[in-house]
């Protein structure tokens, strides 16, 4: 059988040595998988929607309705500096004003750097479904804190503490292989068949746009897709 992701007790702090494995010393719990993608999918602006919008073994969580006229597919790194500001500056505007409204929904997927990226995509997918989203923003907003510390799994363990999260179910959520492996999927899908190499990598009904976008940005690429 193969040996379950386990993640003991980090000896150093520094983000350098954080965001490597080794400097993580996660035992197991390896790189989900490297960065590389056919270059028929790399050279596409537009993808077919059935690839885009096909799920992994993990299911999707969503914000919004589900027959929005557009929807989001987002790929995302929790130890991505992009990703968090789109989160923390963007989102909540574009949330008020489309995904409130019925306008756009959007869908996270997880597309981890490094290893403890790949830790923070697990005790996502292990929270309740109510606290999906509440926990990915608690994370981006702490994602300085926590990649600074000197203690981060300890912070991170207090900041999973807000979404229920007990001592013994953050240590079993990190050595559970079927979220680990359905962490890895996503990614593989993300690589292999859209062609995501960098984050934030959103779709919008199908077509990539990379890089985190202001919500003056976003919007001049929802207006025309939506219904007049």
Same mark, same amino acid.
């Given at each position: ?31 989900p998988l490297a960065l590389g993608a056919p270059s028929f999918a790399q ?46 500056? +963007? ?9 409130? $409204? /019925? ?6 997927? #997880? ?7 790949t830790a923070m995509s697990m005790l996502a997918r292990c929270a309740p ?38 001592q013994e179910s953050f240590e079993a959520c990190l050595k559970n292989q ?20 960098? +984050? ?9 746009? $990379? /890089? ?6 976003? #919007? ?9």
């Amino acid at each position: 059988m193969p040996q379950s992701p386990v993640i003991p007790r980090l000896p150093v702090g520094r983000r350098h040595a954080l965001i490597s494995l080794a400097g993580l010393a996660l035992a197991g719990l390896a790189l989900p998988l490297a960065l590389g993608a056919p270059s028929f999918a790399q050279a596409q602006d537009q993808m077919p929607l059935v690839d885009v919008m096909q799920a992994g073994p993990l299911g999707d969580r969503s914000l919004g309705k589900e027959d929005a006229p557009v929807t989001i597919v987002e790929y995302a790194s929790f130890t991505c500096v992009h990703c968090a500001n789109f989160h923390v500056n +963007t989102l909540p505007a574009l949330k008020e004003k489309y995904i409130d $409204s /019925g306008k756009v929904r959007l869908v996270f997927r #997880e597309f981890p750097f490094d290893a403890m990226a790949t830790a923070m995509s697990m005790l996502a997918r292990c929270a309740p479904a109510e606290r999906y989203y509440p926990l990915i923003d608690l994370f981006f907003r702490r994602q300085e804190a926590i990649l600074t510390s000197q203690k981060p799994l300890d912070d991170l363990l207090a900041a999973a503490r807000l979404a229920g999260f007990s001592q013994e179910s953050f240590e079993a959520c990190l050595k559970n292989q079927s979220i680990y492996d359905g962490v890895n999927a996503v990614k593989k899908h993300g690589a292999e068949k859209l062609g995501v190499n960098s +984050t934030p990598t959103f779709f919008i009904n199908g077509k990539r746009v $990379s /890089g985190a976008r202001s919500i003056a940005e976003m #919007e001049q690429l929802l207006e025309p897709l939506l219904p007049k």
